[in-house]
């Protein structure tokens, strides 16, 4: 690789920018053809989170996939899975059911850890991700 390749690039995507500039954060970073995406919640284009489990994690993956999309990737490219959950326990067959939809085979390394808050208090998961631009494709 190229010292080029190695470039460090940060992506926001227009909608996310708000995020970038008031919390000094990106939603995800492109180093080469690794891709570390911030973490996704279930909120909808009015910052207003989905009304049950199964709302907010569409959202997530969505924003997520929008994410990759913006890095040149996809979910096909997504080596990794770390999620985070408010109830881990109550909430993980809804949950599953939308991750399956999202990742049908292939599947990503995941890791789900149980935690007091998010963000929001009426936030139930969270979404991050690693992926390796153009793995999806092999």
Not at 113 to 127: D, F, H, N, T, Y
Not at 131 to 138: E, P, R
């Amino acid at each position: 690789m190229n010292a080029q390749n190695l470039k460090r690039q940060s992506i926001n995507p227009p909608p996310t920018q708000v995020f970038y500039d008031n919390f000094h954060f990106s939603q995800a970073t492109r180093v080469g053809d690794m891709i570390w995406v911030s973490g996704q919640v279930g909120i909808d284009a009015a910052m207003t989170p989905g009304k049950d489990m199964e709302e907010q994690a569409q959202l997530a993956f969505q924003a997520l996939k929008s994410v990759l999309e913006a890095a040149g990737a996809s979910l096909a490219d997504v080596v990794e899975l770390m999620t985070f959950h408010t109830d881990l326990r109550g909430d993980m067959p809804a949950f599953t059911q939308v991750k399956d939809h999202y990742f049908p085979d292939r599947y990503p390394s995941w890791t789900a850890v149980g935690i007091s808050q998010l963000a929001l208090p009426e936030l139930r998961v969270e979404i991050r991700a690693i992926a390796v631009a153009g793995c999806g494709d092999a």
